[in-house]
């Protein structure tokens, strides 16, 4: 496991912007995929959106259009740019990286989980 630091979080009012930011650390290899879930209490975790080392993107259905996820592999950070925020898009955000360390031992890290408030 490689340490994930999460930024970005807090309070938005409703139709408003954030980013949020992921930066991995330690001996790290390669970065594979990079990805950002998020959980609302009461409801499962899901998949918000995903970035393969090809720049290939995934977006869940309800933040398609609103949400853009990028990358920038010399910092090891993924972001998430999230714009016209809804009320349903409060959760806590936990970013994942899947890659291979120095050891060429793959590894698949969760950040510790960053909350995001969207309300007036």
């Known amino acids: 496991q490689v340490p994930l630091v999460e930024s970005g979080g807090g309070l938005v009012q409703p139709g408003g912007s954030r980013r949020l930011s992921c930066a991995a650390s330690?001996?790290?290899?390669?970065?594979?995929?990079m990805g950002w879930y998020r959980q609302a209490p009461g409801k499962q975790r899901e998949l918000v959106a995903s970035?393969?080392?090809?720049?290939?993107?995934i977006y869940g259905d309800s933040v398609q259009g609103r949400f853009t996820i990028s990358r920038d592999d010399y910092k090891k950070t993924v972001y998430l740019q999230m714009n016209n925020l809804k009320p349903e898009d409060a959760a806590v955000y936990y970013c994942n990286v899947v890659g291979s360390d120095t050891y060429m031992r793959r590894f698949d890290s969760w950040g510790q989980g960053i909350q995001v408030t969207v309300s007036s």
């Open positions: 330690g001996s790290i290899f390669r970065i594979n995929d």
């Open positions: 970035i393969t080392s090809d720049s290939f993107t």
